[in-house]
């Protein structure tokens, strides 16, 4: 036990302990300076009246939706490809790393420059993307964020669906196939349903991360056109480090945490997930 | 039957590989340019003058000094990662069948889930209460153990593919638990050690929401906040900006393709024995 003392001490101080102090927090007005003062539901209170927290909610919750409808068929895609025994898989496989090894920060730095108003590319290509301000309204912005998460993400989870399209016993397909079932048959009745607990590790991952996202927005669109991109995790941010209403924030923060928490567990329970079930089943 | 090529997939591929490549190829384009001729010939273009201008102003402005506090950051996140997390995992591989170490398991497994937003503002709190607001030490520390999660999954399970037989022969020759770890399971444990080093690395090198709020000072800036800062001064001066941009990737992708070869070696170490 002394083995494994060192790393928990640690994890507890400086991740367990955050984590029951913003809770306390949610219940006290702090400015920063000297010490939060108790103050009783009043965070709370002000939170479930504000229309843009309301908003921020539905809008963490709208990009998060919208990240899982365009990176899953994706990376699923392009995860049962690169399972697969193609020429050059290796070389491609590793250039589809890149964009999960650079930060956020670049990423947001780069697309924002490609998709700069004045001097990017649809300021040159207007007669497909009108103005060519990506950024001046709501649709357009959201549609940028999505963009921009899904290209760093699919990686990832192209990573993930690869593994575990490999991991499909071979004597499945050759069943299958007996059958006479063709690729696509193939596909939705072997392929899809052996990856179900991937789906479900992808999903949740994304789910997580979706509530979560902060330094794309604080970079891409400032929360803006207005307050049209002001998702949970940027007004957390704004309200405690912008307008020194920590105890607003640690409310904001703790809301996100118990959001994301529910709709993961939600996403295990529908799926059966939490029974462990093999996906192996019937396959000896 | 799965040797056929798969068509769709493959298109699928090629598109994406153009969209992984496009802002790689703008960010190169740019870096060499001059202000002008980027301005003047568009985002798609390609030096038709190289230059490092870029590269010398970024350095003016800073990036030095960002740089340096972000070698420090990750050296120091790594040190930690890889010295606090084989013990935990050995501790938890040897006892899983005792209730305490199936609790401290639990809670890191629990960890997983936390995102850093979460404790932000309580970090804040904690860290000006300890006077570390604005040093590089209260940077590490959060870092450091938002880590630990993921690095105990996956060295957990490395070292659950080592032979139980293996421990059993050290045993009854007599070995303490102390020879048994340094010698049986951290050499044979190399391949997860490469990836917990390679992905604590990555995390402290990219990391922005704790040095966003737990710095301040120019003197203690890493480099993604060197590099947000870049984005608000230089307005127009998009080559300046990329230039730095590639700058802070360079060092990832060098790393990458170092730890490539170190992970394939150890992985080959534990299948050799």
Not at chain 1, 35 to 40: A, E, K, R, Y
Not at chain 1, 99 to 120: C, E, K, M, Q
Not at chain 2, 141 to 161: D, H, K, N
Not at chain 2, 192 to 214: D, E, K, Y
Request: with cysteine.
């Amino acid at each position: 036990m002394a083995w494994a003392l060192p790393a928990t001490v640690f994890f507890l101080l400086f991740a367990i302990v955050p984590l029951i102090l913003v809770a306390v927090l949610s219940f006290t007005s702090w400015s920063g300076l000297g010490d939060p003062v108790f103050n009783g539901l009043d965070n709370w209170t002000k939170l479930f009246d504000d229309p843009v927290m309301i908003k921020s909610l539905w809008l963490s919750v709208l990009l998060t939706g919208l990240g899982v409808v365009v990176q899953t068929p994706l990376s699923i895609l392009l995860g049962v490809w690169a399972a697969g025994s193609q020429r050059n898989r290796a070389v491609l496989s590793a250039v589809f790393f890149v964009p999960l090894l650079l930060s956020a920060t670049a990423v947001s730095i780069l697309w924002r420059s490609l998709l700069d108003p004045n001097f990017g590319v649809p300021s040159q290509m207007k007669w497909l993307f009108g103005d060519g301000n990506l950024f001046g309204n709501q649709s357009t912005a959201i549609g940028v964020l999505v963009f921009v998460a899904a290209w760093q993400f699919t990686p990832l989870h192209t990573l993930i669906y690869q593994g575990a399209t490999r991991a499909i016993p071979e004597v499945l397909y050759q069943a299958a196939a007996i059958d006479g079932a063709g690729r696509v048959r193939q596909f939705f009745h072997v392929t899809l349903p052996q990856l179900r607990n991937a789906i479900i590790t992808s999903m949740i991952l994304m789910i997580v991360g979706g509530l979560t996202t902060f330094d794309t927005v604080l970079i891409l669109t400032q929360g803006g056109p207005g307050t049209d991109t002001t998702i949970s995790a940027y007004y957390m941010y704004d309200k405690a480090f912008k307008g020194f209403d920590y105890g607003t924030g640690a409310a904001v923060a703790l809301l996100l945490v118990v959001v994301a928490t529910v709709i993961s567990l939600i996403v295990v329970r529908v799926s059966g997930f939490d029974k462990m079930a093999g996906t192996q089943e019937g396959v000896s | 039957m799965r040797q056929r090529p798969n068509y769709l997939a493959g298109i699928a591929t090629l598109c994406w590989l153009v969209l992984v490549g496009l802002p790689v190829y703008v960010m190169l384009g740019a870096s060499f340019q001059s202000q002008s001729d980027f301005s003047a010939a568009g985002p798609l273009s390609w030096p038709a003058h190289f230059t490092f201008d870029n590269f010398v102003s970024d350095f003016q402005n800073g990036f030095g000094q960002y740089f340096l506090n972000t070698v420090i950051v990750t050296v120091c996140v790594v040190a930690i990662v890889a010295l606090l997390v084989p013990p935990l995992a050995f501790a938890i591989v040897r006892n899983i069948g005792r209730r305490s170490t199936r609790s401290v398991f639990r809670l890191f497994l629990l960890g997983l889930a936390v995102p850093a937003q979460a404790v932000i503002v309580p970090m804040f709190y904690v860290m000006s209460q300890l006077g570390l607001y604005d040093n590089l030490i209260g940077v590490i520390l959060p870092t450091a153990a938002f880590c630990l999660p993921v690095c105990a999954l996956i060295l957990t399970g490395t070292m659950r593919e080592i032979a139980p037989e293996l421990f059993e022969a050290m045993t009854v020759d007599g070995a303490s638990t102390h020879r048994v770890f340094f010698q049986l399971v951290v050499p044979l444990s190399r391949g997860g050690l490469s990836t917990i080093v390679v992905f604590s690395a990555l995390q402290a090198w990219n990391g922005f929401l704790f040095p966003l709020v737990l710095t301040q000072s120019e003197s203690s800036k890493v480099i993604t906040l060197g590099l947000y800062n870049f984005r608000t001064q230089y307005g127009t001066n998009v080559p300046g900006l990329l230039a730095a941009v590639l700058m802070s990737t360079v060092p990832i992708l060098l790393v990458y393709l170092f730890a490539r070869r170190a992970l394939i070696q150890g992985l080959m170490g534990v299948g050799g024995k």
